[in-house]
C-alpha cells in the first residue's frame, strides 16, 4: 500500500474515532459505553496523530539531507571545483584548510561562515573536518576532484554507513589520516573497504557499535594496513581477544 493510501487509511480511521468518542449520549439513547473503553478511544486517536506527526518529522528531515548533500553544480561551473568543496563543507557546518595555508575555515553553531575563501580559488583543499554533520554517499560527489586531500574527519556522522566507505577510494592516492569513530551505521563489512586506502597512516575506528568482534577486526586492518596506526578505543575486549591479538602480533613479529 503507498504511503498516500495509508496516509488516507488512517485520516478515515481517526474521524471513525471521533464520531465514535464525541457522539452525544441522551437519556433516550443506549446508555454511553464505560470510561476505560472512552478512554481507550482517546488513546488510539491520539496515538494515531503521534504516528502520523513521526511520520511527517522523519520524511522532512530526510528531504533536508537529501537538500544538503544535493551536487553543486552551480558553484563549480562560476567558481571551480574547490570554491565548490569548499562551499559544501562548510554548508554542513564543517571546516577545512586549503593546501599551503595555516588557518581553518569553519562555519560556527548556527551555520555562518566568513567568505574570505572565494579568494583562493583554484587552491585544492588539504584537510576536511566533516565531524557530526550529515554527509553522506551523495554527498562526497562534491569532494570527488580533491586529489590533495590528507586528513577527513568524520567523527560522529550518523549518515556514514558502509556503502560511505566504499566510495573513499577516489581518495586513495593522497589520504593520510581518517576519522570515523563514533558513527552508528558502519559494520564489520564496511570497514573492509578500506583496504583501498594503501596510503593511510592513521586510523580512528573508535567506539562503532555497529560491529562485532572488534579485537579480530583490529588484527584484520593491521594486517590489510601494515603501514597504518589504528586507534580502537571505546570497546569491551574480553581477556580471549586480547590474548588472540598479542599472540597474533608476536606471529607477526617473528615473520617479519
Same mark, same amino acid.
Given at each position: 500500500?503507498?504511503?498516500? $493510501?495509508?496516509?488516507?487509511?488512517?485520516?478515515?480511521? #481517526?474521524? %471513525?474515532?471521533?464520531?465514535?468518542? #464525541?457522539?452525544?449520549?441522551?437519556?433516550?439513547?443506549?446508555?454511553?459505553?464505560?470510561?476505560?473503553? +472512552?478512554?481507550?478511544?482517546?488513546?488510539?486517536?491520539?496515538?494515531?496523530?503521534?504516528?502520523?506527526?513521526? !511520520?511527517?518529522? !522523519?520524511?522532512?528531515?530526510?528531504?533536508?539531507?537529501?537538500?544538503?548533500?544535493?551536487?553543486?553544480?552551480?558553484?563549480?561551473? /562560476?567558481?571551480?571545483?574547490?570554491? %565548490?568543496?569548499?562551499?559544501?563543507?562548510?554548508?554542513?557546518?564543517?571546516?577545512?584548510? /586549503?593546501?599551503?595555508?595555516? %588557518?581553518? /575555515?569553519?562555519?560556527?553553531?548556527?551555520?555562518? /561562515?566568513?567568505?574570505?575563501?572565494?579568494?583562493?580559488?583554484?587552491?585544492? $583543499?588539504?584537510?576536511?573536518?566533516?565531524?557530526?554533520?550529515?554527509?553522506?554517499?551523495?554527498?562526497?560527489?562534491?569532494?570527488?576532484?580533491? +586529489?590533495?586531500?590528507?586528513?577527513?574527519?568524520?567523527?560522529?556522522?550518523?549518515?556514514?554507513?558502509?556503502?560511505?566507505?566504499?566510495?573513499?577510494?577516489?581518495?586513495?592516492?593522497? $589520504?593520510? =589520516?581518517?576519522?570515523?569513530?563514533?558513527?552508528?551505521?558502519?559494520?564489520?563489512?564496511?570497514?573492509?573497504?578500506?583496504?583501498?586506502?594503501?596510503?593511510?597512516? +592513521?586510523?580512528?575506528?573508535?567506539?562503532?557499535?555497529?560491529?562485532?568482534?572488534?579485537?579480530?577486526?583490529?588484527?584484520?586492518? =593491521?594486517?590489510?594496513?601494515?603501514?597504518?596506526?589504528?586507534? %580502537?578505543?571505546?570497546?569491551?575486549?574480553?581477556?580471549?581477544?586480547?590474548?588472540?591479538?598479542?599472540?597474533?602480533?608476536?606471529?607477526?613479529?617473528?615473520?617479519?
Amino acid at each position: 500500500m503507498s504511503a498516500h $493510501l495509508m496516509s488516507l487509511h488512517r485520516c478515515c480511521q #481517526r474521524s %471513525a474515532l471521533l464520531l465514535v468518542a #464525541r457522539r452525544p449520549w441522551s437519556s433516550s439513547s443506549t446508555s454511553p459505553p464505560p470510561l476505560h473503553t +472512552r478512554l481507550l478511544l482517546f488513546l488510539t486517536q491520539r496515538f494515531y496523530d503521534m504516528e502520523m506527526l513521526l !511520520s511527517w518529522s !522523519s520524511q522532512l528531515k530526510r528531504r533536508v539531507i537529501k537538500r544538503k548533500n544535493a551536487y553543486y553544480s552551480y558553484a563549480q561551473r /562560476f567558481h571551480g571545483s574547490d570554491i %565548490a568543496a569548499a562551499y559544501y563543507v562548510l554548508n554542513l557546518k564543517g571546516g577545512f584548510r /586549503f593546501v599551503g595555508l595555516s %588557518a581553518w /575555515f569553519r562555519a560556527n553553531h548556527r551555520g555562518k /561562515f566568513n567568505w574570505d575563501f572565494l579568494n583562493h580559488k583554484d587552491t585544492p $583543499l588539504e584537510e576536511v573536518d566533516m565531524s557530526y554533520s550529515v554527509i553522506n554517499y551523495t554527498g562526497l560527489v562534491n569532494l570527488e576532484g580533491q +586529489r590533495s586531500l590528507r586528513t577527513l574527519s568524520f567523527r560522529g556522522c550518523p549518515e556514514v554507513d558502509d556503502w560511505f566507505l566504499a566510495k573513499l577510494h577516489m581518495f586513495q592516492d593522497s $589520504l593520510e =589520516e581518517l576519522d570515523i569513530s563514533h558513527c552508528p551505521r558502519i559494520t564489520t563489512g564496511g570497514l573492509a573497504a578500506l583496504r583501498n586506502l594503501k596510503g593511510l597512516q +592513521r586510523l580512528d575506528i573508535s567506539s562503532l557499535p555497529g560491529i562485532s568482534s572488534p579485537g579480530l577486526i583490529i588484527i584484520l586492518l =593491521e594486517e590489510m594496513l601494515p603501514q597504518c596506526q589504528i586507534t %580502537a578505543s571505546g570497546y569491551n575486549l574480553s581477556l580471549s581477544q586480547e590474548e588472540k591479538m598479542e599472540q597474533m602480533q608476536e606471529q607477526r613479529k617473528g615473520q617479519s
